[in-house]
């Protein structure tokens, strides 16, 4: 079996496990999708505490519904969310906390930061990357839905301002032994799961 078909085959049982599991949220079901999975919120929650997020003023978040409970955190706390539009058709979304008027539970939505935002072809600087996985192995790899599209994001920005470190917010069904790698995937420095903090090193 090819990487592709691995890594497709490895997507297929996050699936399947999540959803036998009952853990997956709504969308459901969650085939094709980067999960949305039970625990969400306090995964979101134990990102917070991390140093990276405390001293981030503006956020390059994923727009998918499991990484919502982080863009609202984010905008409760005052920094700035810059979404990439789906499959970045339209470039990217830049909420400002102070010009939505405490709507940041609708403002955290693709729909909401669409009526709220402003879009601009390039994102600002962002102080950390928050992306979507469908698993991360023990080596901080992740496996995104299959689209390429976190890792163009990740690599975009990267290319416009030099390292930014990429966090996730994933179920801890969904951390893995082994994930097949490609020379263009990229590594995530943080995970953030309902019950543990992970770290791929530590910056200062």
């Known amino acids: ?21 009952r853990v997956a949220r709504y969308p459901l079901p969650c085939y094709g999708r980067i999960p949305n999975f039970e625990g969400s919120k ?14 981030s003023s503006t956020i390059l978040a994923n727009p998918d519904y499991a ?6 955190n984010a905008l409760k706390q ?4 810059v979404m990439a ?26 729909k909401g930061a669409f009526k709220l935002g402003f879009i601009v072809d390039k994102p600002p600087k962002p102080d950390l990357i928050v992306t979507g996985c469908v698993a991360v192995d023990r080596e901080f790899n992740r496996l995104g839905k299959g689209g390429g599209y976190g890792d163009r994001e990740i690599s975009l920005a990267r290319s416009l301002y030099g390292y930014i470190p990429v966090a996730t917010t994933i179920h801890d069904l969904q951390l893995v032994d082994k994930i097949p790698i490609e020379e ?3 590594k995530v420095d943080i995970v953030a799961t309902p019950t543990k903090l992970l770290y791929r090193y530590r910056f200062r």
């Open 1 to 21: 079996m090819g990487i592709v078909e691995s890594k497709e085959n490895l997507r297929r049982i996050i699936w399947n496990l999540l959803e036998e599991r």
């Open 42 to 55: 306090q995964a979101a929650a134990r990102l917070t505490y991390t140093e990276e997020w405390r001293r």
């Open 67 to 72: 990484q919502k409970p982080v863009r609202e």
């Open 78 to 81: 005052g920094k700035i969310v």
């Open 85 to 110: 539009t789906p499959r970045l058709r339209s470039g990217f979304i830049i909420v400002d906390p102070s010009r939505i008027g405490g709507g940041e539970s609708y403002a955290s939505t693709i």
């Open 184 to 186: 263009h995937d990229v």
